[in-house]
């Protein structure tokens, strides 16, 4: 099992930036591939962007794709989401998760599915 400690939420101004880290336990991060999800106020729960387990390929939601990047450092057991030109339709509280990559192929997880463990997630707030 994985657990998931998001931090880097917080109130910005439209058009600032945030970068939200997500602390992974465990010995075995790389056998993860990684996902951010959120769900904004009174909506359902949507995909943002996902990372491959060994690093180095990515996929972000439409709504997002030249804002906001993903990343990880498996040496820190740490998943990031770096966020550009924030709007207030970003608001949001924020969630990673962790796909086991024995059980749930790219192909999946590209795409948000997968995903067994949760964060508690984090606020992310834009004033417009």
């Known amino acids: 099992q994985v657990q998931l400690v998001e931090s880097g939420g917080g109130l910005v101004q439209a058009g600032g930036s945030l970068r939200l880290s997500c602390a992974a336990s465990?010995?075995?991060?790389?056998?993860?591939?990684m996902g951010w999800f959120r769900q904004p106020p009174g909506k359902e729960r949507e995909f943002v962007a996902a990372?491959?387990?060994?690093?180095?390929?990515?996929n972000c939601a439409d709504s997002v794709k030249g804002r906001f990047t993903i990343s990880r450092d498996n040496a820190k057991n740490t998943v990031y989401l770096q966020m550009n030109t924030l709007k207030p339709e970003d608001t949001a509280v924020y969630s990673c998760a962790a796909a086991p990559s024995i059980a749930t192929g790219w192909a999946s997880a590209r795409s948000g599915y997968g995903y067994n463990y949760w964060g508690q997630g984090t606020q992310v707030t834009v004033s417009s």
């Open positions: 465990g010995r075995t991060f790389n056998n993860y591939h």
């Open positions: 990372i491959r387990g060994s690093g180095g390929t990515t």
